[in-house]
């Protein structure tokens, strides 16, 4: 039979031709196309090759037979939709495989009628769908914001304190978790600032040896220091008449701090080495996982610093506190990925956006995209499984899960979240510094002062 595009596609899982006979004599085979199979071999060449929108199965076993090939063929494509034809069965039973993935049960004997009135539901469902994916079509240029996806309120009025400041700026704070995507708040405020056309220099504070802040930041001059054989401008200087961003701000020692306090006060600063003040127009963005509150409670960072920069804060809040946006999040990495690696995943299972939704994500955005990244490299579906997640994400799914504290019921502080995540992964990786690093996204240097940090042996 020729495929019609303004038909939809059925599939008849039977082991005789008598129901196939009685559809095809009804009414229903000028509305629809029906495809039959007897041999569970030929079920996923005929919804592949045929874009199968809906499978019938007429069983002799409801609750077992038909409830394995149904989660067989949802896992293989999580869009069909599933009609289960069988003897007569109580209510309870009914809802029981609804609740599993059916979208209706009939009980012989089969009426065409029946069936027609399920597959009305159907078309409807299909056509609200439809008009729900072109709605959230327009309203996802509301949500992508100058590369920061969201749509929870909060993220919305960060979008909208963004674009007010952005302007007319000089200094920003910017707070929250690692992975909450503070360089891409920092990148949107440089794209949408009056310097836009100017540098935007990025400086990783977590990655500068204590001992070489100063020169890294403000530059040194000839012969201020053994091997100082030129001149060397600092990052300072390099974003001239530009936007600076500091990241982890908070890992600056007290010492280079006071100097970075003049140049916001100022204007300028002195390379080390020279007795020579040198004028600088620069923007400030800083960002920090720490709470600097509590770090100048501990002594460890400036007041007068902490007052200067945070005229203006942004916060951004975990992704376990903005649940509803990782809908959006998933359909913007997939996009990504299916571009990068010529793929054409449509989506996630079931499964993986319940996994989702229940998980804690302590790397925060940052995790989910490596996770989807990985799984798009090695996912050979159209729908993203369990399977092609991260091997501590299959862990966390099953029921034995062993990191009973990534669940967000067990959530404590940040920092003993983190230590907790730390010292799986190592267990994970048997002490694998570089392949920890890695799935942390972090360098080795950071994860080592990390590991000082919470005394955690390695």
């Not at 007052?307 to 992704?319: A, D, F, G, N, T």
Request: proline share 4%; charged share 30%.
């Amino acid at each position: 039979m020729e495929k019609m595009s303004s038909k939809i596609n059925l599939l008849l899982i039977d082991k005789d031709t008598s129901l196939l006979n009685l559809l095809n004599e009804s009414s229903l085979s000028s509305q629809y196309n029906i495809y039959f199979v007897d041999s569970p071999n030929d079920i996923f060449p005929q919804i592949q090759n045929n874009d199968i929108e809906v499978v019938i199965t007429h069983t002799d076993h409801p609750t077992t037979e038909a409830v394995s090939l149904m989660n067989e063929i949802k896992s293989f494509d999580p869009l069909l939709e599933f009609i289960i034809i069988g003897k007569p069965l109580s209510s309870e039973k009914v809802v029981d495989l609804i609740s599993l993935g059916a979208i209706d049960y009939i009980s012989r004997p089969v009426h065409p009628e029946a069936i027609e009135k399920v597959l009305k539901k159907i078309i409807e469902k299909k056509a609200l769908r439809r008009e729900t994916y072109l709605l959230e079509k327009k309203l996802e240029k509301k949500y992508f914001f100058e590369g920061i996806v969201g749509k929870s309120p909060y993220m919305l009025e960060i979008f909208s304190l963004i674009e007010k400041v952005a302007k007319y700026f000089s200094s920003i704070l910017v707070t929250g978790e690692t992975g909450t995507g503070k360089e891409i708040v920092a990148r949107a405020i440089h794209s949408l600032g009056q310097t836009k056309n100017k540098e935007l220099v990025v400086c990783d504070c977590v990655s500068i040896p204590e001992n070489l802040f100063e020169s890294e930041l403000f530059g040194y001059v000839k012969g201020a220091f053994t091997g100082a054989d030129r001149d060397k401008n600092g990052l300072f200087e390099e974003a001239h008449e530009g936007v600076i961003f500091l990241d982890e701000i908070g890992e600056i020692p007290l010492s280079v701090q006071a100097k970075l306090l003049r140049v916001l006060e100022y204007h300028q600063f002195r390379p080390l080495g020279s007795n020579k003040p040198k004028k600088v127009d620069v923007k400030v963005i800083a960002a920090t996982s720490k709470n600097l509150r509590e770090e100048i409670k501990r002594g460890a960072f400036r007041d007068d610093l902490f007052h200067r920069l945070s005229k203006v804060e942004i916060h951004l809040p975990p992704l376990r506190e903005r649940t509803e946006d990782l809908p959006l999040l998933v359909r913007y990495f997939l996009s990504r990925y299916n571009k990068r690696f010529s793929k054409h995943i449509k989506g996630v299972s079931r499964q993986v956006q319940k996994l989702f939704h229940r998980y804690g994500w302590p790397g925060n955005i940052r995790e989910l995209e490596n996770s989807l990244e990985r799984a798009v490299i090695i996912s050979k579906k159209e729908f993203i499984d369990i399977t092609d997640l991260p091997e501590y994400l299959q862990e966390y799914s099953s029921e034995k899960s062993s990191i009973p504290f990534l669940r967000p019921e067990n959530l404590t502080t940040l920092d003993a979240l983190e230590k907790e995540y730390i010292a799986f992964l190592l267990m994970k990786t048997e002490n694998n510094v570089k392949r920890t690093a890695a799935i942390l996204n972090i360098s080795r240097t950071t994860l080592y002062s990390k590991l000082r940090k919470y005394n955690i042996p390695h």
